[in-house]
């Protein structure tokens, strides 16, 4: 059959069992876009208000549903517009497809209007891509692309095709397999690395399993609950591994590092096993890299081989999918008692507590909204966050009760992840509760997405945690330069009246006896909902792991916040 390129894009991605497209058209892809409204309701499209917003809708999409997430831009700005979202998605493994047009190839690389070399551009940032000059090679390049974006650790894959190419006509011949020759990633580990590492969970006193994105993308909830169970081993969450492990079973610890929980940091520098499953060791967890776990052998359950002694060298490598590890390492693994170990943890969860704040009636403590959000919904929601003090308190106090329901930026840090990345959510679970609890500046980086969310009816609850600052640099202006607030205040707009500027239910909260008055009135309202949290300016994230220094520096609570917090519960699993 004949088509033209765009057709052939939109063929291939009803091939994929692409539903959903984020997008912006431009001069450049125009034929694609021409072609759209035949592909409806088969592919839905939502249109954004900015390229950036695309990437990240896409990225939250696929984080949810573990498929692909795709997005559409134009050539130049429309496609470096792209960039920030693709490298969000290279940093935490994320498998999308953007789909770029260029300039007509008689112009590449002839500085034409709205040219940009995006594939060089996105080098670094994508596991490839592909600049399209034959329109005979697109059903293959898509085949290949999706294929590249799953397998083994996912990412994201760009591929840019100039406007004259998605207008060409040419045969449509559909690749039944379009795997590139000599990538076979790793799937199952070997089964000598397997026996060793189970000798050393057996032989280990003070272990610990530190749970990483890895196991959400593998889908390995239960293999990972069967570890902890089966060997008695504590469990600690990263930030991206949140949500991978029930926040309310008794063998769960938090989360580590620079705003993790004062105690995980001690443990893990007295443990004398870490059983690493899908993460890699991001300085954010481990601190100073050579004070990390100095006591400690470790087991690296890992599908890249590129993380494998990167940044901490193991003992043993079960390279391989993380739920596939997990299956052959359960086999193996017996129960044993650590009483002293289990003593020792909730003598650090009793010397050093961590959830724990004032609870002042004339005051709105951020850690309050958070928590009041967790227990009015009864943790049977989403959560997507932005970055910054709102996320590590969302991470801290966190207690959803669903697998994979806690979304956030993790590699880079991404400001204003949380509106796109809700939208995302939303999309792919268009029944489900989604909260996004915002900053008030990274709100501010992509709140123009409003639109796409009044647009489209979505019914998303955006908990602005408004502080009149870009939170996270203040208190490190105030701890570590002197407490030279440059460039960190905020001027707001009045965040309701511009939710109502959208057609959106906007509400506010400036006493503590609001909060719980407003969060009601957002879930009985069938729309979305914007809360503006006025919260105290000046309240710090702890505990927090000082830039340059280990785990054990870690800065614990104030010592008038220490005596507010609830005594810890036992931690130890009956066999």
């Avoid at 551009?121 to 085949?143: C, E, F, G, Q, S």
């Avoid at 390995?220 to 591994?241: K, Q």
């Amino acid at each position: 059959m004949q088509m033209t390129g765009a057709e052939m894009i939109l063929e291939c991605l009803i091939r994929e069992g692409v539903e959903v497209v984020f997008g912006l058209p431009g001069g450049s892809n125009l034929p694609l876009y021409d072609m759209l409204p035949r592909y409806f309701p088969r592919i839905r499209h939502y249109l954004v208000r900015h390229e950036q917003a695309a990437a990240l809708a896409a990225d939250a999409y696929a984080r949810v549903t573990g498929r692909v997430g795709v997005c559409f831009a134009t050539s130049g700005p429309g496609a470096t517009n792209l960039v920030t979202g693709i490298a969000n998605a290279w940093m935490d493994s994320v498998p999308v497809v953007a789909i770029t047009g260029s300039v007509v190839r008689g112009l590449i690389g002839r500085d034409g209007f709205q040219e940009a070399d995006i594939t060089g551009i996105t080098i670094p940032i994508t596991k490839h891509n592909y600049l399209v000059r034959d329109v005979r090679a697109i059903p293959r390049t898509l085949r290949e692309a999706f294929f590249i974006a799953r397998a083994g650790r996912p990412g994201p894959v760009l591929i840019d095709i100039p406007r004259d190419v998605q207008q060409e006509r040419a045969e449509f011949e559909w690749p039944e397999d379009a795997r590139p020759r000599g990538y076979r990633p790793p799937v199952e580990p070997d089964a000598r690395a397997v026996e060793q590492a189970a000798r050393l969970i057996a032989e280990s006193e003070r272990p610990l399993i530190l749970a990483g994105h890895g196991v959400i993308i593998a889908q390995a909830y239960d293999e990972l609950r069967e570890l902890a169970e089966r060997a008695n081993v504590p469990v600690i969450t990263t930030l991206l591994g949140i949500s991978s492990f029930p926040p309310d079973h008794p063998l769960y610890l938090g989360m580590p590092g620079m705003h993790g929980m004062h105690w995980n940091n001690l443990a893990i520098s007295e443990a004398d096993l870490l059983i690493a499953v899908g993460m890699r060791f991001d300085d954010r967890v481990t601190g100073r890299l050579k004070d990390f776990a100095p006591r400690a052998r470790v087991i690296h359950i890992e599908v890249d081989p590129a993380e494998v002694g990167k940044n901490v060298r193991p003992t043993v490598t079960l390279l391989g999918d993380a739920r596939v590890c997990l299956q052959w390492l359960n086999r193996e693994v017996r129960y044993k008692e650590r009483p002293a170990w289990f003593d020792r943890l909730e003598a650090l969860k009793r010397e050093h507590p961590s959830l724990a704040y004032p609870d002042e009636p004339e005051t709105v403590r951020p850690q309050y909204v958070i928590q009041k959000i967790y227990e009015m919904t009864d943790g049977d929601a989403y959560f997507v966050t932005g970055v910054g003090q709102h996320q590590m308190w969302a991470a801290q106090f966190f207690r959803g009760r669903h697998p994979n329901s806690f979304i956030t930026s993790g590699g880079l840090g991404t400001m204003g992840y949380e509106v796109p990345g809700a939208i995302g959510v939303q999309v792919a679970r268009p029944r489900d509760l989604v909260w996004a609890i915002c900053g008030d500046g990274g709100f501010q980086m992509t709140c123009q997405e409003l639109a796409t969310v009044a647009e489209n009816g979505l019914p998303i609850k955006f908990a602005i945690i408004d502080n009149g600052h870009h939170g996270m640099v203040r208190q490190w202006q105030q701890l570590f330069y002197r407490g030279n607030l440059v460039a960190s205040r905020l001027r707001n707009p009045d965040f309701v009246r511009l939710a109502e500027a959208y057609g959106i239910l906007g509400l506010r909260a400036v006493r503590r006896e609001d909060v719980p008055a407003v969060i009601d009135r957002a879930l009985r309202h069938t729309g979305p909902v914007l809360i503006d949290f006025r919260v105290k300016q000046d309240e710090n994230c702890y505990p927090m792991v000082p830039p340059g220094a280990s785990l054990q520096e870690t800065i614990g609570l104030p010592e008038e916040y220490k005596a507010l917090a609830p005594k810890p519960s036992a931690v130890e699993v009956e066999s």
